[in-house]
């Protein structure tokens, strides 16, 4: 868990989202394999299933291909990039010239979005908000750390029933975002879903 926690104030937010409540990081506790939706309670809101699942195997462990550089110049100004073995599967984190960064990374086998809904009723000090389908795939924001007003946001896609991609930011002052990473987040998301469809 102390692992974990360290991740988020990095600037690769990634993969918190199955592993914030595991045993062991990227580990699921039993309760939190389903792979099938369901409400994470009762009064909880129902998860939605992908109804268009997207192969995303060649992205899981080369996550940087799942942005063109110049998807990732024209969205966040993209001046360099690294990879890096993250809690569960590769991330890729881009910075622009500032050093302000976003991570991208998936979580196979993790349980997809019905993990992420799960995790948030032990959100604690972090948040959890249903978000707009990204380019017809259902979407939350969701850490277990809120800094969404000082540039950090993170996003899950549901790309199967069992599998998401979560971005994630950690803006300097000096980005044009910084006051709303999860517009940024978001459009980050988008550029990926178009080029995994496309297959680039």
Do not use: H
Request: glycine share 8%; with cysteine; net charge neutral.
């Amino acid at each position: 868990m102390t692992k974990t926690i360290v991740r988020i104030v990095a600037p690769s937010l990634l993969l918190l989202v199955a592993a914030a409540c595991s045993s062991t990081p990227g580990t699921l506790s039993p309760e939190s394999s389903a792979s099938a939706p369901a409400s994470p309670s009762s009064a909880g809101p129902q998860v939605p299933q992908v109804t268009s699942p997207l192969d995303v195997a060649k992205y899981e462990q080369d996550p940087c291909s799942a942005l063109t550089s110049t998807q990732a110049k024209q969205v966040i100004g993209a001046a360099r990039s690294s990879k890096d073995d993250g809690n569960v599967a590769p991330m890729c984190t881009w910075f622009d010239s500032d050093n302000s960064g976003i991570s991208l990374g998936f979580l196979p086998g993790q349980g997809g979005l019905a993990t992420t809904y799960k995790n948030s009723i032990d959100a604690g000090g972090g948040y959890f908000e249903v978000s707009p389908a990204v380019s017809g795939y259902p979407a939350a924001f969701s850490a277990v750390y809120d800094s969404r007003k000082s540039g950090g946001c993170q996003i899950a896609v549901g790309v199967t029933n069992n599998e998401t991609f979560t971005v994630s930011s950690l803006l300097r002052k000096s980005s044009p975002f910084y006051g709303d990473p999860c517009s940024l987040v978001t459009k980050i998301a988008e550029a990926a879903v178009t080029t995994i469809k496309a297959g680039a």
